[in-house]
């Protein structure tokens, strides 16, 4: 009889520093990794992080947080914040995204982020675009949470800060399920807006809010079940 052999579900794999090697090697040794969080849901801020490694660091487990357990994201953002040289956090309220958009609202977080670290980078690699009015150069990499390890650990640290905000938030206002859903659109999301109407973190801009303060259901809310 052959062995049966079980498959082993592995997690995401670990973001190397690549990129931040060949920077280092060329002298740059303050390299920033920048990416942002919270730019889907109805309610609550877009948070952005921006992290600088000391050369040569690399950490186990470092992923895009969207594919990580939030046990993992937690335990990581401990050690990326212990090994880091400098985190820089930047938290943009609902407010602001109402007034200038989503868009505008998550480069304006990616930006502060950076401006927030405590040292000057001479590079920043960042997730999916490249953030107005820095002073420095940089590139910006479609999917760079997965693959490059600076962003990848700016995006645990974002998540986690802002997963924090929403559970806080959730004390503040509860009936919403701010603390489960993080503000995203879920069934129990809509049907909590549905019943008590737009809180005063919900993104006034945002089509299914929009809606319900003029009296009308947005046609996302109306496909989904009540419960």
Not at 2 to 20: D, N, W, Y
Not at 72 to 93: D, T
């Amino acid at each position: 009889m052959g062995v049966r052999r079980v498959k082993r579900h592995r997690g995401p794999a670990t973001a190397a520093p690549h990129l931040e090697t060949l920077l280092w090697r060329v002298g740059i040794r303050v390299v920033a990794g920048a990416d942002e969080v919270g730019m889907g849901p109805l309610a609550g801020p877009v948070v952005a992080a921006a992290v600088v490694f000391p050369p040569g660091t690399k950490i186990d487990g470092v992923a895009d947080s969207k594919a990580l357990p939030s046990a993992a994201r937690e335990r990581l953002a401990v050690e990326i914040r212990r090994r880091a040289v400098s985190v820089g956090i930047a938290v943009v309220e609902p407010d602001e995204i109402d007034r200038v958009n989503i868009y505008q609202a998550g480069l304006a977080a990616l930006r502060r982020a950076v401006e927030a670290l405590e040292v000057q980078p001479g590079y920043v690699l960042v997730d999916g675009r490249e953030i107005p009015g820095l002073t420095m150069p940089q590139s910006a990499y479609p999917k760079g949470d997965s693959f490059v390890c600076s962003i990848a650990a700016a995006s645990i640290v974002a998540k986690v800060h802002r997963d924090a905000i929403m559970r806080e938030l959730d004390a503040r206002y509860p009936g919403y399920g701010f603390a489960r859903h993080m503000g995203y659109s879920t069934a129990a999301h809509f049907a909590a807006i549905r019943e008590h109407g737009p809180s005063p973190i919900h993104r006034r801009s945002f089509a299914p809010v929009r809606a319900l303060l003029r009296g009308e259901i947005d046609p996302q809310m109306a496909l989904l079940p009540a419960g």
